[in-house]
């Protein structure tokens, strides 16, 4: 009796498998790559957005028709080294004053403002 229990025990005894030591550290070394490889393609796409937005501004000139970030539409009079004055208004001859940062996009001819609902 003795015996069939010893063979029972012997038989029920859980097996570990056999993990080579590296891949211990492969699973935490492939995540760490993963996060580095993410954080520099973010920083590439903020500096090329970065450089393409001061390229805009650097194209601001009298007569363009921009748009705001706050969504006024208007026509570039004077551009100053950081701010550029906007008329508003054809009638009333309204201008205003904007940081050049505040201009969203220079809205060319071709793409007019749509106020139409389609």
Do not use: H
């Amino acid at each position: 009796m003795n015996t069939v229990f010893a063979w029972m025990a012997q038989t029920q005894t859980p097996q570990t498998p056999q993990q080579s030591p590296g891949s211990f550290f492969l699973f935490p070394a492939l995540l760490m790559a993963m996060i580095v490889f993410m954080i520099l393609s973010s920083r590439s796409q903020k500096k090329r957005e970065r450089r393409e937005r001061e390229d805009m501004y650097a194209r601001l000139a009298k007569n363009d028709r921009v748009l705001t970030i706050g969504g006024v539409v208007g026509t570039i009079v004077s551009v100053k080294e950081d701010q550029v004055v906007v008329k508003v208004d054809e009638s009333t001859n309204t201008k205003m004053t904007f940081m050049k940062s505040a201009v969203q996009r220079i809205m060319s001819d071709d793409q007019p403002l749509s106020t139409e609902k389609k």
